[in-house]
């Protein structure tokens, strides 16, 4: 299972603010977004405005994820 | 010093953090909410959230790229979380520097990148719904999508 955190409009789209998902040794990050739309349909239009994070640092869709990651759904950042 | 913190900022504390002998600028930015009105609504107050740790490391990363861009002798980045009230301060930056320029030109390069890479959100709370500040995902009508 990994960890998947979401934050401020995800968060509110998706209504909540933490979910585990199934995901086998071996995946990227690209096949953790579709489990997470399928799951929380209204994350779907925000897709191309979202970044990730893994483990606390940005990452790629071919960046590699393994059980126990914490990942981080970060819509576009607005603090100041 | 770059903390992220849920109580006002005391920007007098600190400004007088960065005080130091060898610096003859000291340069302040403080952002606060502004009361913005459209269609008949108000802004009632921001409000604030954060990824932590990860936005506490990235506070320090942008210490490091200003000192390892410019002379200064110290820098301070302190960031509000939750309900910042009109007129209140929700970020101070403090860059203390032996000369004018470098103070000026590394503070503007502190929000400029708090804005980029900071994983930090603001909620506008109107007096008719609210927005995701960035997101447009909220509950004013005809402003916002729908959450």
């Given at each position: 299972m990994i960890r998947v955190l979401l934050f401020g409009a995800a968060a509110d789209r998706a209504g909540t603010r933490e979910i585990e998902l199934p995901l086998e040794d071996?995946?990227?990050?690209?096949?953790?977004w579709p489990l997470l739309a399928e799951r929380h349909p209204d994350l779907a239009p925000m897709r191309d405005t979202l970044a990730f994070a893994v483990n606390g640092e940005y990452a790629r869709a071919d960046d590699g994820v393994s059980p126990g990651d914490e990942i981080a759904v970060l819509p576009p950042v607005s603090g100041g | 010093m770059f903390t992220i913190v849920d109580d006002p900022l005391d920007v007098g504390a600190l400004i007088r953090d960065a005080?130091?002998?060898?610096?003859g600028a000291i340069a302040t930015f403080v952002g606060t909410t502004r009361i913005d009105e459209s269609e008949g609504a108000v802004v009632e107050y921001l409000e604030y959230e954060a990824y932590r740790p990860m936005a506490d490391r990235k506070l320090e990363e942008i210490g490091a790229e200003i000192e390892g861009r410019w002379d200064v002798g110290y820098v301070s980045i302190v960031h509000r979380l939750g309900r910042v009230d009109p007129g209140e301060a929700s970020v101070a930056i403090v860059v203390a520097a032996p000369r004018r320029g470098p103070a000026f030109e590394a503070s503007r390069y502190a929000i400029e990148r708090i804005k980029e890479v900071v994983p930090i959100w603001k909620r506008e709370v109107w007096s008719d719904g609210y927005v995701w500040v960035g997101s447009q995902?909220?509950?004013r009508e005809g402003v916002s999508a729908k959450p």
């Open positions: 071996g995946a990227t990050l690209a096949e953790v | 005080q130091r002998p060898g610096c995902v909220g509950s």
